[in-house]
């Protein structure tokens, strides 16, 4: 069985990242969804919330969603590729500005680690301009988030920033 990890700090997790989700499983028969403390950026969530919104996200994909799992962590990527059993690393490419650190970061797992393959999939046609950073700026401003997130997450957007005024 090919199993594959899908890394990202999912701060919220957005339609951009379901649509990777969605079109991995055609890669890999099993998907860990990895979601990263990442102590590098300040989240709005905590790690806990975060992994739980990508459950109740995931479990709206009905019969796939038994192909998945969510995990939290902290450390190297290819260290908890590993513990997983995963050959594979799945990222999303938006844009070209994307793809020289995602390049980069490739070459450095693939050093670290050179039984663990990384698979780029671009971001279709629909959600290449999702991103979490934009999602969290509109959400801030009471803007409506409604066609980049599932209502769930946009729920506990509104709540975190009506707590904030």
């Known amino acids: 069985m090919r199993t594959g990890v899908y890394p990202g700090t999912f701060d919220p997790i957005t339609v951009g990242?379901?649509?990777?989700?969605?079109?991995?499983?055609n890669v890999v028969d099993r998907l860990v969804i990895a979601v990263a403390l990442d102590t590098g950026k300040a989240p709005v969530f905590d790690m806990a919330t975060r992994a739980r919104l990508v459950e109740q996200d995931v479990a709206a994909l009905g019969e796939i969603s038994t192909?998945?799992?969510v995990k939290t962590f902290s450390g190297l990527l290819v260290n908890f590729a590993e513990e997983h059993h995963a050959g594979l690393l799945i990222r999303g490419l938006r844009a070209v500005s994307d793809f020289e650190y995602e390049f980069q970061m490739a070459c450095m797992n693939s050093r670290l680690k050179p039984d663990i393959e990384t698979v780029f999939l671009t971001a279709s046609e629909d959600t290449h301009f999702i991103s979490s950073r934009f999602v969290k700026q509109i959400a801030r401003l009471s803007g409506d988030i409604s066609s980049f997130v599932s209502s769930n997450v946009a729920q506990h957007l509104r709540a975190h920033f009506a707590g904030m005024n």
């Open 17 to 25: 990242h379901m649509d990777i989700i969605k079109r991995a499983l």
């Open 67 to 69: 192909r998945i799992q």
